[in-house]
């Protein structure tokens, strides 16, 4: 009912308009009360108050000032912005992971890990969790026994690493291994058909 009461003001005579007009001025033109007096207001449909309030409760759309995402302008800033706090298990994986294949390579070669493992709960090749691709038996060669060994919370390098791990979690920054799927060092056969996509600090990235 909101909705025919709205196409019918809105396809009403140009008198209408000017009668509104008019009864602020004070200067309504004759023709135009004649115009007005052809609609018999017991004829409108009535706007139930549940649709009235729906229609006051229309968001403003010119309004982007709920848009807070964070810009950064390098990979570092993205990082140094992440506490080291692994809240979760599938960052505590994800950072494992980053820890084990990766501490020492540069940040774009931690990222880069991380988007591997990323990319793979995504193809639908392997499993749909990060846990469950870091743990897939004969992928990961520091696993043992169907799990991460532990790392101590205090080190350098799994702080990096936990953060790293945020940054790719929140795709707070593109990975230069776009859509690759392996990764491993100079010198090593991948040992399935593969396309090169980047090298980065000591290792390949394939898809």
């Given at each position: 009912m909101a909705?025919?009461?709205?196409?019918?003001?809105?396809?009403?005579?140009?008198g209408l308009a000017t009668n509104v007009t008019g009864s602020v001025t004070g200067d309504a033109a004759p023709a135009t009360i004649m115009a007005t007096s052809a609609i018999?207001?017991?004829?409108?449909?009535l706007v139930p108050q549940s649709a009235r309030a729906t229609m006051s409760?229309?968001?403003?759309?010119t309004d982007d000032s709920s848009d807070d995402g964070e810009d950064f302008d390098s990979l570092a800033q993205a990082v140094a912005a992440q506490d080291d706090l692994?809240?979760?298990?599938?960052?505590?994986?994800?950072?494992?992971?980053?820890?084990?294949?990766?501490?020492?390579?540069p940040l774009a070669?931690?990222?880069?890990?991380?988007?591997?493992?990323?990319?793979r709960t995504k193809s639908g090749r392997f499993p749909s969790g990060v846990c469950?691709?870091?743990?897939?038996?004969?992928?990961?060669?520091?696993?043992r026994h169907g799990?991460?060994?532990?790392?101590?919370?205090?080190r350098s390098a799994y702080r990096t690493a936990v953060a790293v791990a945020k940054v790719a979690l929140a795709d707070a920054w593109d990975s230069q291994?776009?859509?690759?799927?392996?990764?491993?060092?100079?010198?090593n056969s991948p040992g399935v058909r593969v396309t090169k996509i980047a090298a980065i600090g000591n290792h390949i990235f394939y898809r």
């Open positions: 909705l025919s009461l709205a196409g019918l003001l809105a396809t009403s005579t140009p018999n207001a017991a004829d409108l449909p409760a229309l968001p403003d759309l692994a809240s979760s298990e599938e960052l505590r994986c994800l950072a494992g992971a980053i820890y084990f294949e990766a501490q020492g390579e070669g931690q990222l880069a890990v991380a988007q591997v493992i990323l990319n469950d691709v870091i743990t897939q038996r004969g992928q990961f060669s520091f696993v799990k991460i060994p532990s790392i101590s919370p205090s291994a776009g859509k690759a799927l392996f990764f491993n060092t100079p010198g």
